[in-house]
């Protein structure tokens, strides 16, 4: 059952939590599917990492100050229990989303140490609050990319027809990146590739009616074309 706006829910499932990274040349689609995702996972909780997010991830109402800079700001103070940090910034939208509002200045995530980032996936890691956490990360070659991928248990790269062209870059990237990482893609796409092995057809998502959500997008969030399949695709890398 979905928790009321804005209020947290009761956290008694400590454990560990599931990291799911959301990585696109496209940062409109990579979003789109990232909310898609963290609506249809049961316990999961949506984080948004990148430097200047797409879409507007701002609670309707002040139910909570805390934003991701909060929380990154607990890590560099090495307060430790950043478990506490994380329950006190989630925020529950009336479309039933848990999300932890994006970082308040760009620098925040540019100033992070390898060690500061560390802490932080391991903090992930080891939360517990939530099962899933879908974490929607910039695409690029940088090393902290490299750290997400080798943390995440599933890695989603969905490419719009006009960005077809870059899945082999993609590709090489993270197969350079990680050397286990090319075991947890799943490539979300509209239409298949002439080139395309034999071997990657289990890896591919095809969903014709693929495309971003519009800058209002919590009103197409609960109910998009694709919604079944995004679903069928969660049942099927189960």
């Known amino acids: 059952a979905l928790s009321e706006c804005g209020k947290v829910p009761k956290w008694d499932k400590p454990g560990k939590s599931e990291i ?38 701002n609670p309707e109402k002040s139910f909570t100050n805390k934003s991701l800079s909060d929380i990154l700001y607990h890590i560099k103070s090495l307060k430790g229990n950043t478990g506490i940090a994380l329950d006190s910034a989630v925020y529950t939208d009336y479309s039933g989303l848990n999300i932890i509002p994006p970082i308040d200045n760009p620098s925040d ?29 910039e695409l690029n070659a940088g090393p902290y990319t490299a750290k997400w991928l080798e943390a995440a248990s599933m890695v989603f790269v969905p490419l719009s027809p006009m960005l077809l062209h870059q899945k082999q870059r993609v590709n090489n990237m993270i197969n350079s990146m990680a050397s286990t990482a090319s075991k947890k893609v799943k490539w979300i796409q509209p239409i298949s590739l002439e080139n395309e092995s034999f071997e990657e057809a289990g890896d591919i998502c095809y969903i014709p009616e693929l495309s971003s959500f519009p800058e209002d997008w919590k009103s197409y969030a609960r109910n998009c074309s694709f919604t079944g399949k995004i679903h069928a695709l969660i049942s099927s890398s189960k």
Do not use: Q
């Open 20 to 57: 799911i990274v959301c990585l696109s040349p496209d940062p409109a689609l990579k979003s789109t599917i990232a909310l898609c995702l963290a609506l249809a996972y049961e316990d999961a909780v949506y984080i948004n990492f990148e430097s200047f997010p797409f879409y507007r991830f």
């Open 109 to 137: 995530m540019w100033e992070m140490t390898e060690n500061e980032m560390d802490e932080l996936i391991k903090s992930l890691k080891m939360w517990g609050h939530f099962k899933i956490i879908i974490a929607d990360i």
